[in-house]
């Protein structure tokens, strides 16, 4: 997989925001260390506005919440029971 075929997804996310206004907030995310290994993180991002409410900018947290989920071991593309992506994804 190339590494613009992985960025596209946040890149499209980000877009959103800028777009939108809105923010993104706990948007289960899954991830590969330089290890090979596979993570699970929430990621929040904001829209940073200037006076006349025009985004500027990003502002953004990621967790590691692999094993706070107990999801050390999930199969890619699966989640956690109970857990969905943000906006329904």
């Not at 991830?31 to 953004?60: F, M, Y």
């Amino acid at each position: 997989m190339s590494l613009k075929s992985k960025l596209t997804p946040y890149f499209a996310n980000e877009q959103r925001i800028v777009e939108t206004g809105q923010p993104l907030i706990g948007n289960l995310e899954r991830i590969c260390d330089r290890g090979g290994n596979l993570h699970w993180v929430s990621n929040s991002e904001v829209p940073i506005k200037d006076a006349q409410g025009r985004v500027t900018g990003l502002a953004g947290v990621v967790r590691d919440v692999t094993f706070q989920w107990g999801c050390g071991s999930l199969q890619p593309g699966k989640l956690p029971r109970g857990v969905r992506r943000a906006g329904g994804r």
